[in-house]
């Protein structure tokens, strides 16, 4: 990238990307644009000549929200800017950017890929050796290369993707139709709800809705750290994907960087509550935050009828 350059990306974004991006690349001279990907006039005003990359995530982090690649991969290739696609939620096992147009593919490794909560690493991969090659010269000049113990480790992982992946999924879905019929949750953000904007997008792409879910409080911020704070089976933790189950606040935890005033512009909620449902009993993992939000439910009812009752 060069000053000048412009990379679009989406409203909803990883963290760490958002802070490579916006503190790393832009003083730099690069122009970030952060717009909403699901609209294609938002897209067309955004893209221009100047435009060298567009990324986005689908689904993203942490809201799940998704994103028609191949139209996405369209428009960019119009303006002769490349796709990036994170493809770290979804994994290879249900959905293959490359098949839609993307021009690079990205993967935290760390995540579903190892699937042990033991490694960290990422993976960027590229249909054509000349856009690959300014990647792989980074790669040499810079010295990221895995270890050879974390690359047993990955291929340890992916022996086991496509099982971990599906358990993964069934229990995300059992989560989200539990959590949606909870009175303290004001909203589910899973694919695989029929009430999910990205919903058909994710059936026509995707051949699984994926492991993610996240949800919105309705509550305090003292509520959601009480909440995420005294699980029996979601351990608090900001990765995700592994065999044990995570659950994170992403406004104090993996999307802190972004300013409270930009992350309320986004409409990335301070009592949203990501979930990576592990490999456990789905029942086990329903109970347990069903549990945690009816204690909620109790000391809220507590609270109210000491205030209702006279002294």
């Given at each position: 990238?060069?000053?000048?350059?412009?990379?679009?990306?989406?409203?909803?974004?990883?963290?760490?990307?958002?802070?490579?991006?916006?503190?790393?690349?832009?003083?730099?001279?690069?122009?970030?644009?952060?717009?909403?990907?699901?609209?294609?006039?938002?897209?067309?005003?955004?893209?221009?000549?100047?435009?060298?990359?567009?990324?986005?995530?689908?689904?993203?982090?942490?809201?799940?929200?998704?994103?028609?690649?191949?139209?996405?991969?369209?428009?960019?290739?119009?303006?002769?800017?490349?796709?990036?696609?994170?493809?770290?939620?979804?994994?290879?096992?249900?959905q293959q950017p490359f098949s839609l147009g993307a021009d690079l593919v990205v993967h935290s490794v760390t995540k579903y890929l190892a699937g042990h909560s033991d490694l960290i690493q990422g993976a960027v991969l590229a249909r054509d050796p000349a856009v690959f090659e300014p990647v792989k010269f980074l790669q040499n000049a810079t010295g990221a290369v895995p270890s050879p113990f974390d690359c047993w480790l990955t291929l340890r992982g992916l022996k086991t993707l496509e099982l971990r992946m599906l358990r993964h999924a069934e229990n995300a879905e059992a989560v989200a139709q539990a959590l949606q019929r909870h009175p303290l949750v004001r909203r589910v953000y899973h694919p695989g709800l029929s009430t999910h904007p990205g919903h058909e997008i994710a059936?026509?792409?995707?051949?699984?809705?994926?492991?993610?879910?996240?949800?919105?409080?309705?509550?305090?911020?003292?509520?959601?750290?009480?909440?995420?704070?005294?699980?029996?089976?979601?351990?608090?933790?900001?990765?995700?994907?592994?065999?044990?189950?995570?659950?994170?606040?992403?406004?104090?935890?993996?999307?802190?960087?972004?300013?409270?005033?930009?992350?309320?512009?986004?409409?990335?909620?301070?009592?949203l509550i990501r979930l990576s449902p592990g490999c456990e009993h789905r029942k086990d993992l329903v109970a347990d935050l069903i549990a945690g939000l009816d204690h909620l439910a109790a000391g809220t009812e507590r609270a109210i009828a000491s205030v209702a009752t006279p002294v």
């Open positions: 990238m060069k000053p000048g350059d412009e990379i679009v990306i989406p409203l909803d974004v990883y963290g760490g990307t958002y802070r490579m991006l916006t503190r790393v690349y832009q003083p730099a001279g690069s122009v970030v644009r952060q717009i909403d990907l699901a609209n294609d006039q938002a897209l067309a005003s955004a893209l221009n000549p100047r435009t060298k990359l567009v990324w986005i995530e689908s689904p993203t982090n942490p809201r799940l929200l998704v994103y028609d690649i191949a139209r996405i991969a369209a428009a960019a290739h119009a303006h002769g800017a490349l796709l990036v696609v994170d493809n770290t939620f979804a994994t290879p096992v249900f059936r026509r792409q995707m051949t699984g809705f994926g492991g993610m879910v996240s949800f919105e409080l309705d509550g305090s911020i003292d509520d959601v750290i009480a909440f995420v704070g005294s699980r029996r089976f979601f351990a608090l933790g900001e990765s995700l994907g592994g065999v044990k189950s995570l659950l994170c606040h992403p406004a104090r935890m993996t999307h802190a960087s972004i300013p409270a005033e930009e992350r309320a512009r986004l409409g990335l909620s301070d009592t």
